[in-house]
């Protein structure tokens, strides 16, 4: 009892303060009617916080329970081992490209899979695709560079001159 008062000071668990404070008022014998006028929270929140207290301790209500790549084919990990195989081809001296990567890592999963996800899969090991320009974008072109130098003669005209045979 005395450790959760500790850690209801501590501002690093403030995002657990309403987790904690439910099982301290329920280990100094406050009702379920209790706890929810003083805390504002359901009756099953507070089921269910001091059970887990109960049986995995303290420790489990200061885990943060939400988030998570669930719905991923691959962890991180097998990402990173995937990717550092292809890394150690390029190295050697082969050319990897996207889609040959992408083709690979499609019969790796046995499943399709989207090229916008597949990017995102790069972009989040901190690959990029680098494709050298053939030349310089602000390189300005011969033939333009030539033709602007190049003066024509305008000769101005009024409207009545093409009377007098100059048109």
Excluded at 50 to 55: G, N, P, Q
Excluded at 110 to 135: C, M, V
Excluded at 142 to 164: I, N
Aim: aromatic fraction near 12%; charged fraction near 35%; glycine fraction near 6%.
């Amino acid at each position: 009892m005395q450790t959760i008062k500790t850690l209801l000071k501590d501002s690093r668990t403030a995002k657990y303060h309403k987790r904690l404070q439910i099982v301290l008022f329920r280990l100094m014998g406050k009702s379920y009617k209790e706890i929810i006028e003083l805390l504002d929270c359901n009756q099953t929140t507070i089921w269910r916080n001091v059970k887990k207290y109960e049986e995995f301790g303290l420790d489990s209500l200061l885990q943060e329970t939400r988030g998570g790549r669930n719905h991923a084919y691959m962890t991180v990990e097998e990402e990173k081992v995937f990717l550092a195989r292809h890394l150690k081809a390029a190295e050697a001296g082969e050319f990897v490209t996207i889609d040959a990567l992408f083709q690979a890592y499609k019969k790796e999963l046995g499943r399709s899979y989207t090229r916008d996800a597949f990017y995102q899969l790069l972009k989040r090991h901190g690959w990029r695709n680098i494709t050298p320009r053939p030349e310089h974008p602000i390189k300005k072109k011969r033939k333009r560079f030539k033709t602007s130098r190049c003066f024509h003669k305008v000769r101005l005209m009024y409207q009545d001159e093409a009377g007098f045979g100059r048109i």
